[in-house]
């Protein structure tokens, strides 16, 4: 009797065994469904396992369309959705950097050099350097850009450098704001790019004496200050023109429009790289700008108003570019010497050389 009841226990023990060997094997087998299922209990609204059986069946070809016919509507899965989710992090925190960067050199530079004025007594002769159509054009791209420049950073960093600040309510009307004010001043710069290149081109093309103004990059780090010889534009403002003008702001003027009208035709692949074009050149359009800017106003005395009020002093445009007050005073320019301009932009154009 005892040996019977020993034996039974044994198969019990055994049977008891075996399921518990068995019990990892089971959960293994574990179906998409079923671990679906489990998910919901955890996570629910997380279908991951779910899209993630229906990519693996790529190389079954199921699943992989559905029957609503129109541009790229009949794609279920588009794989090329996560490659641009996970390059764009990266990518933006690469331009924030380099925007970073060159905010630092411009500080560090004027930390150094200071503004640039000029070195002979102003003559309050003034030489009438930008026509009204010129000012309005430039500042209408200037302007532009700056908005567009504000409120993409917004867009691209708000979440991780404001919110955190302003709480979620706060940064929601911001980045609202932020979105519509770049959706609506984009067709503006759009514009108002070609007609500035118009312009400006014929005084920016390539001319004798501006490698040489580039080979000594302007005076700018020279003992003396004194800068080469160069014509309307220097080398330096040609390069800016050809790069941030003709060459990244076509680059994001085209890519800003494929993001701006998605039901024109275009796929989501086509507008996910353009997403990225126009993040890139955002970014190298910001750093150009930088410099740009700096040197319009508060690294050169007299070119903020220069701008603004369309005049430049006699003395100014002699030190600055030589090579085109030359042309002003033998009468070969466009532009000409404004013996009429109003006393109170006499006023200012003297004010600033000697600030």
Not at 3 to 25: H, N
Not at 173 to 182: E, G, I, P, Q, Y
Not at 187 to 202: C, G, I, T
Not at 215 to 234: M, Q, T, V, Y
């Amino acid at each position: 009797m005892t040996a019977q009841i020993s034996r039974g226990r044994l198969i019990l023990v055994a049977a008891l065994l075996g399921f518990c060997s068995a019990l990892p094997a089971y959960a293994a087998e574990t179906t998409p469904a079923q671990e679906q299922a489990q998910r919901q209990l955890t996570q629910p609204g997380n279908n991951a396992p779910y899209w993630r059986e229906v990519r693996k069946s790529a190389d079954r070809d199921q699943y992989q369309t559905s029957q609503v016919r129109g541009i790229e509507t009949n794609v279920l899965i588009q794989p090329s959705g996560q490659s641009w989710r996970q390059l764009r992090p990266p990518l933006a925190l690469s331009g924030g950097l380099l925007v970073s960067a060159a905010l630092l050199a411009v500080f560090m530079f004027y930390s150094w050099r200071g503004s640039i004025g000029v070195h002979e007594p102003v003559t309050g002769r003034l030489i009438k350097r930008f026509s009204d159509a010129e000012r309005l054009t430039h500042w209408t791209v200037a302007i532009s850009v700056c908005v567009l420049a504000i409120s993409g950073l917004i867009l691209s960093f708000g979440k991780y450098l404001l919110l955190p600040i302003f709480g979620y309510t706060l940064f929601s009307w911001l980045a609202v704001f932020a979105k519509n004010a770049h959706n609506f001043v984009a067709p503006v710069f759009f514009f108002a790019l070609p007609v500035m290149f118009v312009l400006f081109v014929r005084d920016n093309i390539l001319q004798s004496g501006d490698m040489k103004w580039l080979a000594r990059f302007g005076g700018l780090f020279s003992k003396d200050g004194h800068e080469p010889p160069s014509w309307r534009f220097n080398m330096g403002e040609k390069v800016l023109f050809w790069l941030m003008v003709s060459l990244v702001g076509a680059i994001l003027a085209f890519s800003g429009v494929v993001m701006l009208f998605p039901n024109a035709g275009q796929g989501r692949e086509v507008m996910q790289v353009a997403n990225v074009v126009h993040l890139t050149g955002a970014m190298i359009m910001i750093c150009l700008a930088s410099f740009h800017i700096y040197l319009g106003t508060l690294g050169m005395k007299g070119a903020y108003e220069a701008m603004r009020t369309g005049y430049v002093d006699e003395t100014w445009a002699k030190e600055h570019h030589e090579l085109w007050y030359d042309q002003v005073k033998a009468g070969t320019a466009r532009q000409h010497f404004a013996d009429d301009a109003p006393a109170d932009v006499k006023a200012q154009v003297e004010q600033a050389l000697k600030a």
